[in-house]
């Protein structure tokens, strides 16, 4: 089982590789052929068109994701959850779209060609069945055709995005993308499943969706409503640009650890099924020592080396955005830790209720603190609003979930990390005073900082998560 588990980690690691990688490619090119103004007018529709996607999902790919991981080894049970989930997926996702052309009425004669793509991708994602995929561990399958469409999709976008007038085109090519998941994934589950007639029993999954879709209403709320706030009150596309931007860009290094917990939330959920708590106990400490050593110096580094990202992934128009990215620094620890707490501790266990308080008072909390802060400090107030609601979330998570699983913080594992952290501040000044060029500056600064980092935890504090993963890299190496 554990070769079984590494491997997945691996594929799981290689699909997020190209997450982080790709963006990193196209953002410097992106950013500087569309500039903030297009990037605003995207961003925003798309980021409108997420919240009434988590509405059309009503919760499904939590929920279905749980039950099929439980169900897996059933194939008769397996092939009437899934026609159960496909007919709710389909009345939800019609009625989402219906709403999102309702809402978005007025702004369709101005960019009627963006709208009309984001009403198709909350249709396409609704049966993307990603929740199947990642329900039976098909891990190696979603590496390699997630990284087949996105290369094409990368290379469709540097052929065919020229000018800033191009942004219509820009999302037309993640519209395809969503396309070619959801076909391949279709395909797959029609291929591995055997349909019969079979009675359907839609009301047994009403009563655990609505506490997700609920759940999930709460968090499309304080996760995408801080950017149609900010538009509504500012009218500044180029401050949604800035604010839109540089939270995508600090989002990209969070997939390295959401990543691991894909593949931990269906065999967590499995072993809370029979009732394997020790071994999950031993998976979540594992997980939350990682999020803690690997998670700190990544976003130091965001924190100390944000002009120079800035001023290198997304070109001299952005700078303004650089308070905005060290606002949002720590924004991948604090998500990394809500993630833990909520999807690989509260679900699997069937807590749906406690995720759903804690959701809601991140809902409160990000609504009142962008109307407050907006007005005064726009982009700037939603980024502080942003943090301020992410950090409410995981503390409220956190406690809920150590009540279930009684945590092993080790400090002391906290003090040697945060400690090797600081030493990154003396490096990156030493390497800020011998070159200029942002470039430079990075190349130097990060290889320094990531050896100083492991030689000190590996070396001198011994650091246990430090071994293992360099054990686990060795066995790849080796394989």
């Known amino acids: 089982m554990a070769s079984e588990l590494k491997n997945k980690f691996l594929y799981q690691i290689i699909t997020s590789a190209t997450q982080v990688l790709l963006p990193l490619i196209t953002y410097p090119y992106i950013t500087r ?3 903030p103004d297009s990037l605003g ?3 925003y529709v798309d980021f409108l068109s997420q919240v009434f996607t988590i509405l059309a999902a009503f919760g499904i790919p939590f929920y279905a994701l749980r039950e099929i991981a439980a169900a897996r080894n059933d194939a008769a049970k397996r092939a009437l959850l899934i026609k159960e989930m496909a007919l709710l997926q389909t009345i939800f996702s019609i009625t989402a779209t219906i709403g999102f052309a309702l809402f978005t009425f007025k702004n369709w004669p101005a960019n009627p060609t963006l709208y ?10 609704s049966f993307s069945f990603d929740w199947y995929i990642q329900g039976m561990e098909g891990f190696k399958f979603a590496a390699v055709r997630t990284i087949a469409v996105r290369l094409m999709t990368m290379v469709a976008l540097f052929l065919l995005v020229k000018t800033s007038s191009d942004y219509t085109l ?26 019969t007639k079979q009675p359907l029993n839609l009301r047994q999954h009403i009563k655990p969706l609505w506490h997700f879709f609920l759940t999930s209403s709460a968090i499309s709320i304080y996760v995408y409503f801080d950017t149609i706030i900010l538009q509504h009150i500012t009218h500044n596309e180029q401050a949604v640009g ?16 959401i990543a691991i917990g894909t593949v931990l939330i269906p065999r967590l959920s499995y072993l809370a099924s029979t009732g394997n708590t020790e071994e999950i106990k031993k998976h979540l400490n594992k ?8 998670g700190l110096p990544v976003c130091a580094g965001l924190f100390i080396l944000a002009p120079e990202i800035i001023a290198l992934i997304a070109g001299e128009k952005f700078l303004p955005a650089v308070p905005l990215m060290r606002i949002l620094a720590f924004l991948p620890l604090v998500i990394g830790l ?7 501790t509260l679900v699997p266990f069937k807590q749906e209720k406690k995720f ?33 609601t992410e950090l409410i979330i995981t503390i409220i998570t956190g406690i809920q979930a150590n009540k279930l699983i009684r945590f092993n913080t080790r400090p002391v594992l906290m003090l040697q990390t945060l400690f090797t952290t600081l030493l990154f501040i003396p490096v990156v000044l030493l390497c800020k005073s011998l070159v200029t060029s942002p470039l430079f500056i990075l190349l130097t600064a990060i290889p320094v900082c990531m050896l100083f980092y492991f030689v000190i935890q590996y070396h001198i504090f011994n650091n246990i998560v430090t071994r293992e993963i360099k054990e686990y890299v060795t066995s790849l190496v080796k394989f």
């Open 116 to 125: 009309l793509l984001a009403a198709i991708n909350i249709i396409v994602s």
């Open 41 to 43: 007018k995207v961003n």
């Open 287 to 294: 997980m939350l020592q990682f999020i803690i050593v690997a």
């Open 356 to 388: 759903l308080l804690a959701a809601g008072a991140g809902c409160i909390v990000s609504v009142t603190l962008n109307f407050l802060l907006i007005p005064h400090f726009a982009e700037a107030g939603a980024a502080y609003a942003c943090m301020a």
């Open 242 to 257: 800035y604010y839109t931007t540089v939270l995508k860009m600090v989002k990209i290094f969070l997939v390295a650890i």
């Open 33 to 35: 052929i569309l500039g």
């Open 338 to 344: 809500s993630n833990l707490f909520c999807f690989q």
């Open 170 to 195: 820009y999302f037309s090519l993640f519209t395809t993308a969503i396309v070619l998941i959801s076909i391949v994934n279709s395909y797959k589950l029609l291929k591995e499943n055997h349909f």
